[in-house]
């Protein structure tokens, strides 16, 4: 458990108290507050307060009319969701490999790019803003939509500016173990667009443009006041639990010596928010194992890469079609990383780990 709540266990009750005794629980002040705070906080002109970071993704894709026919672009090495926010549309996805920083490959988007191609979906991995020049010169050049998967990235920026603010939507998840969290699921949009914005917020609410008056076949995604309420608290401390992780990961990476592992690499411009240390070893299941019997918990983001995922069969694809990607997910290890992580915790990690031999 993130002990990032405890810090703060006094605030979070207050406002909890304030939401459920103010008898208003759907689309009142505080999602509209927070969607101004969060619009501020990422430099965005528009906030669009949802139920959760998948709706955020599919419902960017309905509302920008692609689907099926039409090819959007994204990393081979996501989390399942980014591809079903495509696919749930009937869109189908063209995966790219990823480079070191495990972002996606921007030397190699532009062999992927054919007639149908619509969009490129930007990931912004474990934390780390994506190359986005790069990414933003390919769309302008072919003339697509950039949507920016930031369910990992709140508060990361490359070249100064924030992730979510480069493409025409960026789309938030706050899942509770997110850096920026809920207390159950919750997901927000964020644009420039004040077209795109409306739309949001007539499709996620039954698709009505005032109330009974439905203008289109839309869903309910709604951010919900309790939620809203508590982001709001967790907002107002982001930076600060995005600086701790920041200085835990700088003891990892000045202080993990083992040759067999290999530390996460910043790339040049870009800023991460650590929402994983990941680091990669060919001995991964034998690290887990060693580490398991010393009592220290990692997890695999991702074991299965979605195009070798039971659910994407249908695509047709094999292993050995992402080579770069499927390594990955051979090698990639989650370290034990959470606001809260005690010194004596973080030394016993780094001691074991520098302590493993195969
Ligand atoms: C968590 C996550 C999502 C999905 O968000 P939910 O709020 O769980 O629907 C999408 N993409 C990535 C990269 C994620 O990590």
Redesign the pocket.
């Known amino acids: 458990m993130d002990r990032g709540f405890f810090r703060y266990q006094a605030e979070f009750e207050q406002k909890s108290l304030e939401v459920l005794r103010s008898g208003w629980y759907i689309l009142g002040s505080e999602v509209s507050a927070f969607e101004q705070e969060f619009a501020a906080y990422t430099g965005a002109k528009y906030c669009v307060g949802l139920a959760?970071?998948?709706?955020?993704?599919w419902i960017s894709f309905r509302i920008l009319g692609i689907g099926a026919g039409d090819e959007v672009i994204v990393q081979g090495n996501?989390?399942i969701?980014?591809v079903m926010?495509i696919t749930i549309n009937g869109a189908t996805p063209v995966f790219v490999e990823p480079d070191k920083y495990n972002n996606i490959d921007v030397t190699k988007i532009e062999e992927k790019i054919s007639e149908r191609t619509k969009a490129i979906l930007v990931?912004?991995?474990y934390g780390q803003a994506s190359r986005m020049d790069a990414v933003m010169e390919i769309a302008k050049k072919y003339n697509l939509r950039v949507v920016e998967?930031c369910?990992?990235s709140h508060g990361a920026c490359f070249n100064g500016k924030m992730t979510g603010t480069f493409g025409d939507i960026g789309?938030f998840?706050?899942?509770p173990?997110?850096n920026l969290g809920a207390f159950g699921?919750?997901?927000a949009i964020v644009t420039d667009d004040e077209e795109l914005a409306t739309k949001f917020r007539i499709f996620c609410n039954y698709g009505s443009e005032k109330r009974y008056h439905n203008i289109v076949v839309g869903t309910n995604s709604r951010l919900d006041e309790l939620q809203a309420g508590l982001l709001r608290v967790r907002l107002s401390h982001l930076d600060e639990l995005n600086s701790e992780r920041h200085e835990l990961c700088r003891r990892y990476l000045s202080e993990i010596k083992n040759p067999i592992i290999e530390l996460p690499e910043v790339c040049e411009n870009a800023t991460t928010v650590w929402?994983q240390f990941v680091i990669r070893t060919p001995v991964r299941d034998r690290l887990i194992e060693y580490l398991n019997s010393c009592e220290i918990g990692t997890i695999i983001h991702y074991p299965i890469p979605p195009h070798l995922a039971k659910a994407y069969e249908y695509l047709g694809m094999k292993k050995g079609d992402l080579p770069i990607t499927e390594r990955f997910a051979d090698e990639v290890l989650s370290l034990p990383l959470y606001n809260g992580m005690t010194e004596d915790e973080q030394s016993y990690v780094i001691e074991k780990i520098n302590s493993f031999r195969c």
């Open positions: 959760s970071g998948l709706d955020a993704l996501t989390y969701a980014s926010g990931v912004h991995l998967d369910a990992q789309c998840s706050f899942y173990s997110k699921d919750a997901g929402h």
